[in-house]
């Protein structure tokens, strides 16, 4: 099943715009979500992608923000909006759209990681309207490869401590300015030393162990892993996963 709705006619430039909304995959059978223009809306094969999400790509029936510039679409296109369902019985829900100038520097739409390791993590990015980035990675306490100049879409930064959750950022570097900045957390890999390797979970157990998305001990972690007495089989601490 695929469904197209046009956005009216818009009183400005159509590249001097973005869209803003709140979008919603009730099901991880819901297929692909796009927007994207088109010269002539009786004849489909002028359908040209900006931006696309597959429903698998975040936990279904809860609403995420998406921001699309519209740098780059012809003058005369119709923007479109178009959900390809892989079953009739799930849906796809949007809401609070905006259209609304685009920023002096519109920022990467899309960080996502690519790889982990022991001392390397490595990240791919895209969107905004400028093919120039800049990186950045921090530990919280220290900076690494501190403001990367890049026209790549992708990075890989080596030299990482193990274990540690880093905050990546990147952002649109547009020669006169920088957008605002996109950010993503991960966590590199661990390795003991010796086998068998244990944890209680207990202070002082190891030195290595940084749970899934860093020592966390509130529900408010981007991963809900979360370190504490609550459900301990033995001892005093174990860690748990929760909404």
Same mark, same amino acid.
């Given at each position: 099943?695929?469904? !197209?709705?046009?956005? *009216?006619?818009?009183?400005? *430039?159509?590249?001097?715009?973005?869209?803003?909304?709140?979008?919603?995959?009730?099901?991880?059978?819901?297929?692909?979500?796009?927007?994207?223009?088109?010269?002539?809306?009786?004849?489909?094969?002028?359908?040209?992608?900006?931006?696309?999400? !597959?429903?698998?790509?975040?936990?279904?029936?809860?609403?995420?923000?998406?921001?699309?510039?519209? &740098?780059?679409?012809?003058?005369?296109?119709?923007?479109?909006?178009? !959900?390809?369902?892989? $079953?009739?019985?799930?849906?796809?829900?949007?809401?609070?759209?905006?259209?609304?100038?685009?920023?002096?520097?519109?920022?990467?739409?899309?960080?996502?990681?690519? #790889?982990?390791?022991?001392?390397?993590?490595?990240?791919?990015?895209?969107?905004?309207?400028?093919? $120039?980035?800049?990186?950045?990675?921090?530990?919280?306490?220290?900076?690494?490869?501190?403001?990367?100049?890049?026209?790549? %879409?992708?990075?890989?930064? $080596?030299?990482?401590?193990?274990?540690?959750?880093?905050?990546?950022?990147?952002?649109?570097?547009?020669?006169?300015?920088?957008?605002?900045?996109?950010?993503?957390?991960?966590?590199?890999?661990?390795?003991?030393?010796?086998?068998?390797?244990?944890? #209680?979970?207990?202070?002082?157990? %190891?030195?290595?162990?940084? &749970?899934?998305?860093?020592?966390?001990?509130?529900?408010?972690?981007? $991963?809900?892993?979360?370190?504490?007495?609550?459900?301990?089989?033995? #001892?005093?601490?174990?860690?748990?996963?929760?909404?």
């Amino acid at each position: 099943l695929d469904v !197209a709705i046009s956005l *009216p006619p818009l009183d400005r *430039p159509t590249d001097s715009l973005q869209l803003r909304f709140w979008l919603f995959a009730a099901g991880d059978r819901c297929g692909t979500f796009s927007v994207g223009y088109m010269t002539d809306l009786g004849n489909d094969s002028t359908f040209v992608v900006i931006d696309s999400w !597959a429903a698998t790509e975040w936990s279904t029936f809860e609403y995420y923000e998406k921001i699309v510039p519209l &740098c780059g679409v012809p003058g005369n296109a119709h923007i479109v909006l178009r !959900a390809e369902l892989d $079953n009739a019985n799930h849906i796809w829900g949007l809401d609070n759209l905006v259209v609304e100038p685009l920023p002096p520097c519109p920022a990467p739409t899309r960080l996502t990681v690519t #790889g982990v390791g022991l001392d390397s993590i490595a990240v791919a990015y895209s969107g905004g309207c400028s093919e $120039n980035y800049r990186l950045y990675i921090t530990d919280g306490v220290s900076y690494s490869d501190m403001d990367i100049a890049t026209s790549e %879409d992708s990075h890989t930064f $080596n030299g990482l401590s193990q274990a540690t959750r880093y905050t990546i950022g990147v952002v649109s570097d547009c020669s006169s300015d920088v957008s605002d900045t996109l950010y993503i957390v991960a966590v590199t890999q661990m390795q003991a030393d010796t086998l068998p390797f244990y944890t #209680g979970f207990e202070p002082g157990d %190891d030195t290595l162990w940084r &749970c899934v998305n860093g020592p966390s001990t509130t529900s408010g972690d981007p $991963n809900r892993w979360i370190l504490s007495s609550a459900v301990e089989y033995s #001892g005093s601490r174990s860690i748990y996963i929760t909404e």
